[in-house]
C-alpha cells in the first residue's frame, strides 16, 4: 500500500470555527510533512514530524497546531484561521526523515481549505 | 525565496515532442527531485538525483545534475496529452535538519 489518505477532501469553515485536516498512511514511514499550496504556486513546508516528534516547524501561526498521535497519522488542528489561509493542504511521508541519503516522499491528494 | 527556480514558467508543445524544463538553485545540496503534479492534486515523485550524480534515466524521464552551475534539467521524450501537469524540481538542504523546497514549478501543456 503506497497511498498517503486526506481527510476531508474539501473543507469550508468560518474564521471562528475549529476543524482539523487528518492523514494517514501504512507504509511504515516514520517522517510526516504538511504543506501548504496556493494556486499556481509551489507547496510550502510547514510541519516535518520525525519519529512522531515535531522537528521543523516553518514559523507557521499558532492557529495550525500539528498533531501526531501514531506513527500512521498526522492531523492539523485549525482554529480562527484568516481568509488567505485558504489553500491546498498536502500531506505527505517518507521513509525517514530526510538525510543525505535522500528519500522520495509520498503525498496525499489534498484538502482544498476555504475559510470564509 | 524559493531554492529552486525554474524556467520556463510555462511551455506548451505537441504530442511527440519533447519537453525541457530547468531548474536553478542556491545553497549546496543532497540531492535533487523531480515531481509531477496534476491540476490541483498532490504531488507523483518521478525521479531522484544524489549530488554524486550527473545523470539518471527512468522511462522517458532523463534528469541531469550539474552542481558547479547549481542547475537541473528534466527531459521528458515523446510527450504525450497525459504528461500534461506541473512539474516540480525539489531540493534537500540540511538547515539543522533536512527538508525539502520546491521550485517555483513549469506549467507543460501537451496538445494532442
Known amino acids: 500500500d503506497t497511498e498517503v489518505t486526506q481527510t476531508p477532501k474539501h473543507l469550508v469553515m468560518g474564521m471562528t470555527n475549529k476543524k482539523s485536516l487528518k492523514c494517514e498512511q501504512h507504509m511504515g514511514h516514520r517522517a510526516m510533512y504538511w504543506y501548504k499550496q496556493k494556486a499556481k504556486k509551489p507547496p510550502e513546508l510547514m510541519f516535518v514530524y520525525s519519529y512522531e516528534k515535531l522537528s521543523i516547524n516553518e514559523s507557521v501561526p499558532s492557529r495550525f497546531s500539528p498533531e501526531c498521535p501514531n506513527s500512521s497519522l498526522l492531523n492539523l488542528h485549525l482554529h480562527a484561521l484568516q481568509p488567505e489561509d485558504s489553500a491546498l493542504y498536502l500531506c505527505?511521508?517518507?521513509?525517514?526523515?530526510?538525510?543525505?541519503?535522500?528519500?522520495?516522499?509520498?503525498f496525499g491528494p489534498g484538502t482544498r481549505l476555504t475559510v470564509t | 525565496s524559493q531554492q529552486g527556480e525554474e524556467d520556463p514558467q510555462a511551455l506548451s508543445i505537441q504530442e511527440g515532442e519533447n519537453a525541457t524544463m530547468n531548474c536553478s538553485y542556491k545553497t549546496s545540496i543532497n540531492n535533487l527531485q523531480w515531481y509531477r503534479q496534476n491540476s490541483g492534486r498532490g504531488l507523483v515523485h518521478l525521479i531522484l538525483?544524489?549530488?554524486?550524480?550527473r545523470e539518471k534515466h527512468s522511462g522517458r524521464l532523463r534528469v541531469t545534475l550539474d552542481t558547479s552551475k547549481k542547475s537541473s534539467s528534466l527531459l521528458i521524450t515523446a510527450s504525450r496529452a497525459a504528461d500534461t501537469a506541473s512539474y516540480f524540481c525539489?531540493?534537500?538542504?540540511?538547515?539543522?535538519?533536512?527538508?525539502?523546497?520546491f521550485g517555483a514549478g513549469t506549467r507543460l501543456f501537451v496538445k494532442a
Open positions: 538525483i544524489r549530488s554524486n550524480e
Open positions: 525539489a531540493t534537500a538542504i540540511n538547515t539543522g535538519g533536512f527538508k525539502t523546497i
Open positions: 505527505a511521508s517518507s521513509q525517514q526523515r530526510e538525510g543525505p541519503q535522500g528519500r522520495e516522499q509520498y
